[in-house]
């Protein structure tokens, strides 16, 4: 199995060329890019060497319930801890509470790197980071200083834990209970499901953020409150008390990601399990939502980075195999001289560049509190990047032929765990519909409008000359296309709203495709400033044809999507039900 290295010089481009990390130091006294630079060379050392190795291992042995909990693959317990004790576990995390206190930008390198190594084992880290997140900003002071320097130094770590047998999606048919204790605590009593790391022996406690109705609450969504929900009790002083009334009663038997715990988790079999009101009473949602939507971004990076080392093993398997005789070349010459080998792997690594660029710049746009920045492009790094985390690993399956369907060559389990992202925080149409409806509307439309005015006006200042001539052409008829499209949609929100769904998701690609040109021909344009500055590296050059590729050969597929978007619902739901029946 090819083993995986850290993109570094790619990530650099982003954060370099393309995100900018000068004005973080502001708000990040310590993300000083020499350090920024030397954290990510020694996170992705690690990560490359401690971790990536024994991800196919894992993914055979498995999560394991027992009498006592639920024991990790063997070796796991010793990447976690190595892992934490180089601050990953709190790199996010304030340094009042012994974290890092670095950005979501740089984070976002080490979550993609991790991701790549192991999508089993980067889930509990995510997750940690996320309920710190949460707790920060929502948790009562006591509370913070009690749990979150026990988490950030991954002591402890955080689950989220929404998902109920009748809720699904639907968080307002919730049915777990909380009731007032009378000591300011309060007893929880449910069960929940699909629980991520819900039970494990890599941490010492189990720190659950619980989303449960209280007595009297009101119906639906307004009515839910936010609790923490420790595995055990913890006293005053922090230390370890009796265990809590909370059980994992089963790990759920998935396709992929074999090597995570997914657990069913019963709260309260035995009259009540203690817990903490983060936020206020009824308004727990909001707070949730805080974990949330740092968790679709996490998701979106975790598909980069399974793309990414699905890309890695297609292309040295295509540099290394010989089969048949290219057009245009000489016996012996390896599949990736055939055009549609070539093709694919030029088609793997654009998505993910453009992938990784609008992550990256969601991330920034968090860490400088551009909250409209950060809401339009949040479901373009959750939706755009996992729908291409499963592309990708389709196409490296292809490259890879038969051998791609067989175990024993890894790419078979990378398409097994990616898959599950598009699913993940918030289904792809979700956040498509979230997009089309309510970003687009956001602030009477002008946060979206915002955006597409930083693209169209990048556009106007670039030379109208040169090999980038046709990749700015192209991206000029894609800003046309998507405010048009817009326009469209919004017309339709109050006489045919279900025409604006119906069109929801090819509005997502649409619209990702072209910040994703955007923001890799913003790096090729850096890149060719330098060449023309003196610089001879290779990979400034292949930057630029990069984006080139992208602009030119996948954003007009995305283009093309306007027109069935605006053939409304009519054949979406012009046929007779019974014709969708077997």
């Not at 990736?336 to 746009?365: E, G, P, Q, S």
């Amino acid at each position: 199995m090819q083993p995986y290295a850290a993109p570094l010089r790619s990530m650099d481009h982003v954060l370099a060329r393309i995100v900018g990390m000068d004005d973080l130091q502001g708000r990040y006294p310590d993300a000083d890019p020499e350090l920024v630079s030397a954290l990510l060379e020694e996170a992705g050392r690690y990560i490359a060497g401690e971790v990536a190795p024994h991800n196919l291992a894992w993914d055979r042995i498995g999560a394991r319930r027992t009498e006592d909990g639920v024991t990790m693959p063997d070796g796991m317990k010793a990447a976690w801890d190595g892992y934490r004790a180089l601050g990953l576990t709190g790199i996010t995390a304030p340094p009042e509470f012994g974290g890092l206190g670095l950005p979501h930008t740089v984070f976002s390198a080490v979550q993609e790197m991790t991701a790549a190594a192991g999508l089993s084992f980067v889930q509990t880290p995510m997750l940690n980071l996320c309920a710190i997140e949460a707790l920060e900003v929502h948790a009562p002071e006591a509370l913070k200083r009690l749990y979150l320097p026990r988490m950030a130094a991954g002591d402890w770590t955080g689950t989220m834990n929404l998902t109920e047998p009748q809720a699904g999606s639907d968080l307002g048919a919730l049915r777990t209970r909380a009731t007032r204790a009378g000591d300011g605590s309060y007893r929880i009593s449910g069960q929940k499901i699909f629980i991520t790391s819900g039970e494990h022996d890599l941490a010492e406690n189990i720190v659950h953020l619980v989303l449960a109705r209280l007595e009297d609450a009101p119906a639906g969504t307004r009515g839910l409150s936010l609790f923490l929900v420790p595995k055990f009790l913890v006293g005053d002083d922090g230390e370890l008390g009796p265990r809590n009334d909370v059980t994992c009663a089963a790990i759920e038997e998935k396709m992929g990601l074999h090597a995570s715990a997914t657990c069913t988790m019963i709260f309260g079999e035995a009259g009540g399990a203690k817990g903490y009101l983060i936020g206020e009473e009824h308004k727990g949602l909001a707070c949730m939502f805080t974990m949330m939507n740092s968790a679709r971004l996490h998701v979106g990076l975790q598909a980069v980075g399974c793309a990414e080392r699905a890309f890695q093993m297609a292309a040295a398997f295509a540099a290394e195999r010989v089969q048949g005789t290219p057009l245009g070349a000489e016996a012996g010459a390896p599949i990736r001289d055939h055009a549609d080998v070539r093709r694919m792997l030029m088609t793997m690594r654009a998505r993910i560049a453009a992938a990784r660029a609008i992550c990256y710049r969601t991330a920034k746009a968090l860490d400088m509190g551009d909250d409209a920045v950060a809401d339009v492009l949040t479901p373009l790094a959750k939706g755009y990047a996992t729908d291409i985390g499963v592309e990708v690993a389709s196409d490296a399956m292809q490259v890879f032929g038969g051998m791609g369907f067989v175990e024993e060559t890894g790419i078979a389990q990378i398409y097994r765990d990616v898959r599950i992202t598009p699913i993940y925080e918030g289904t792809n149409g979700i956040q498509a519909w979230d997009l089309a409806n309510r970003k687009l509307r956001l602030a009477g439309g002008a946060a979206f409008d915002g955006v597409v005015a930083q693209i169209a006006g990048f556009v106007a200042e670039q030379p109208r000359a040169g090999a980038m001539e046709g990749a700015f052409r192209a991206l000029s008829a894609a800003v046309e296309a998507v405010t048009a499209t817009a326009g469209w949609l919004r017309d339709q929100h109050d006489s045919a709203p279900r025409s604006a769904a119906a069109g929801a998701v090819p509005f997502l690609r649409m619209v990702s495709d072209t910040v994703g040109a955007w923001l890799l021909l913003k790096g090729a344009v850096a890149a060719q400033a330098e060449i023309d500055s003196g610089a001879k590296d290779p990979f400034l050059h292949a930057q630029i044809t990069l984006a080139r590729f992208h602009a030119e050969r996948l954003l007009p597929l995305a283009v093309a999507q306007a027109a069935p978007i605006q053939t409304g619902d009519d054949l979406v739901f012009g046929a007779d039900p019974e014709m969708l029946v077997a």
